[in-house]
């Protein structure tokens, strides 16, 4: 059965990703012979690697069309081995900090001291990043001279060419080349995420060489996600797994597990909007709790949107497909309809698979 947590995840680490830029940094960090890439967008690389700052931005991501969550976010970067970012809830949301240090990321609450370890999410970036003539394929890249916090700045707006992905706008700092402003837009033109700098201070490489994770912490390892081979998903799925016919312009970059299975994660990027496609053994679709059943000549399709990301689920040949994305719920509705789905399961057939989800 799909893991709500999965997919939860990938929302919850919005504000995250909003305010480090990784995944856009991951994206460009590709040779630079591979594409002419406008200058800013290679600054971007070269501050995250190099530059070292302290600031604080706000941070807020839309959930839906009326609801939003804002955080006051506490920055300390100090590369290549230390970022910290502490956030405060601008509303009933509990206080969380996030701090990279070497390979090793911990998210903890400040207050109960409990919170979870694992990898950097470094690794995470690269097998879901594209390479760069993939986004320079992708989004055209119009630039304008603009000026924030006082300071010369390059505005860089990243608009998809296929109209059904989040356009991206970002405020480039010309002396460091570190992000002072982002917005992302989805393809009906509404916010989906905005994070800014209200204050923000260039530091001296090495300033918090000497900080340490705190004492006294209580942290679960997160569960771990390991590359797939051809042999393990044979195993998990029992052969090989569905040809999904993702959106024009998405590039498989890899298949991956969570623990032991049984769901088969296949991560693909246009260089900058990331989709992801879980695929687990069944004939009956388990929808997640909040989407809404569309139905279409084949069969039901299930659809959720998560702020920027639709979800879509359903069922085809012996297998349960989630497919989740910063991409247009038309679009992902196209590509399940083109990869098959299957018709609406008889009460037998919903009767079976419930017993099997109760027998270990």
Known sequence: ?????????????????????????????????????????????????????????????????????ASLVRIEHDPPAWTRLD??????????????????????????????????????????????????????????????????????????????????????????????????????????EVTAFLNFEIMPVGWRRGAVIPSGLHLTPREPVRAASAADIVRVL????????????????????????????????????TLVVYERRGSVASPPQGSQVVATPSGPIWVQRLGLRTLVHWSHTGRVLTMVGEVSRPSLLAAAERTGIASAPRLWDRLLAWLQELIP
């Not at 498989?252 to 990027?269: A, N, R």
């Open 238 to 273: 029992g052969g090989p797994p569905a040809g999904v016919a993702v959106p024009a312009g998405f590039h498989k970059t890899g298949e991956y597990l969570t623990g032991d299975g049984p769901v088969v994660q296949t991560i693909y990027s246009d260089g900058l909007s």
């Open 1 to 69: 059965m799909l893991r709500r947590a999965n997919v939860a995840n990938q929302v919850g680490t919005a504000l995250i990703r909003a305010v480090a830029l990784w995944g856009l940094v991951a994206a460009l960090a590709t040779p630079a012979r591979a594409a002419p890439a406008p200058a800013p967008l290679l600054q971007v690389v070269r501050a995250q690697a190099a530059v070292a700052y302290r600031g604080e931005q706000i941070v807020v991501a839309w959930n839906g069309a009326t609801r939003a969550d």
């Open 87 to 192: 956030y405060v809830p601008l509303g009933p949301s509990r206080r969380w900090t996030v701090i990279r240090s070497g390979t090793v990321e911990i998210r903890f609450d400040p207050l109960q001291l409990t919170g979870t370890t694992g990898r950097a999410g470094v690794d995470e970036d690269d097998f879901e990043a594209a390479r760069l003539p993939w986004l320079l394929q992708n989004y055209r890249v119009i630039t304008a001279q603009d000026a924030l916090l006082g300071r010369k700045a390059t505005r860089l707006e990243l608009a998809p060419v296929a109209h059904d992905r989040p356009t991206h706008r970002l405020t480039v700092d010309d002396e460091t080349g570190v992000v002072l402003r982002s917005e992302r837009a989805g393809p009906d033109g509404s916010l989906g």
